[in-house]
């Protein structure tokens, strides 16, 4: 697999993860100190170093965060340090595809076949994303720093906001919005974990973690500070920037008084969690996955 500015002295067999790699803790180091101060190193220096951590998000070497368990996950604040530092370095160039012309500073992903992707026309995902062999890609957009995790399905006009954090085996369904946390450097970016469904529309940002096995229902949108409420006991159970395992989630609408009068504001509610009938309801997209993978 080669990228542009490809480094040889990194392959996946140098990852010994999975939290910090050997080769890294120098360049990370690095990479923090010219962060705070720009006078320590060269910007010809700097770039090499930037460009590794490039490299090395690309195949997946590094994550800008990284599971320790269910609903656990360490930010690796110095690798969102390295991708705003690869702005600040590169420049802006043309960049051609047939006819169409971009003008950017971050170069698209061209690898597919040696990086065992589907990406359908005209799916985009750029350097410094890893989408993992067998996952497949509709006409949707990855962007830098974003891991996708194998056998995930990303649909037609979907988005994975930059440092996103997607796990395997997740439906992400056509045009879901799933933000980018690309600063502060230790905001934690938005987790999608393994097996969960995202139904058409749903937009997820702020940093809200969506833990295994979840079914979020079309057309929610979790912010940080949307009540996820959970009503399926006798005393409602509201949490904020997450979703515990397994829930299955609808839009909601909940009141709310500004000044004197009362309006309906916005909610997410856990209605229960999945059982075979919510897994048969979403199974249609395992059939047009298995037919993707095949076709
Ligand atoms: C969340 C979802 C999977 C339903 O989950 P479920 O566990 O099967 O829930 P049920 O259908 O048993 O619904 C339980 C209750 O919640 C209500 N409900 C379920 N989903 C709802 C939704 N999205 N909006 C409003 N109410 C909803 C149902 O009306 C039902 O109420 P009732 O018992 O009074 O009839 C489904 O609503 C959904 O959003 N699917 C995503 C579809 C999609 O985007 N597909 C991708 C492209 S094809």
Not at 26 to 38: A, L, M, R
Not at 107 to 129: C, I, N, W
């Amino acid at each position: 697999m080669k990228f542009p500015y490809f480094n040889e002295n990194l392959n996946e067999s140098s990852y010994t993860g999975p939290i910090m790699q050997k080769n890294f803790e120098v360049v990370s180091k690095q990479i923090e100190t010219y962060f705070e101060d720009p006078t320590r190193f060269t910007a010809a220096e700097m770039r090499d170093q930037v460009e590794s951590v490039m490299d090395a998000l690309s195949l997946g070497q590094v994550r800008v965060a990284e599971p320790l368990g269910v609903g656990n996950w360490k930010v690796n604040a110095w690798v969102k340090k390295a991708i705003l530092l690869y702005f600040r370095v590169s420049e802006m160039k043309d960049i051609p595809a047939g006819d169409v012309h971009y003008w950017d500073k971050i170069p698209l992903r061209t690898d597919h076949q040696a990086a065992g992707v589907r990406v359908v026309p005209p799916a985009m995902y750029r350097r410094g994303a890893h989408v993992e062999k067998g996952a497949i890609l509709m006409a949707s957009y990855v962007n830098i720093g974003a891991y996708v995790g194998t056998g995930t399905m990303v649909d037609t006009w979907a988005t994975v906001g930059s440092c996103a954090q997607v796990g395997k085996h997740v439906h992400i369904s056509g045009g879901v919005g799933i933000g980018g946390v690309l600063e502060p450097p230790q905001g934690r970016p938005v987790i999608i974990e393994d097996h969960v469904f995202l139904g058409s529309r749903c937009i997820i940002v702020e940093g809200t973690i969506v833990e295994e096995g979840a079914v979020i229902g079309a057309g929610v949108t979790l912010t940080a500070s949307t009540p996820i409420i959970d009503v399926t006991g006798e005393q409602e159970i509201i949490y904020k920037g997450r979703v515990p395992a397994r829930s299955v989630v609808i839009p909601g609408v909940r009141e709310k008084t500004f000044g004197k009068h009362k309006y309906g504001v916005p909610c997410a509610l856990i209605i229960g969690t999945r059982k075979q009938s919510t897994d048969e309801k979403t199974s249609l997209n395992q059939a047009l996955r298995d037919y993707e993978v095949s076709a």
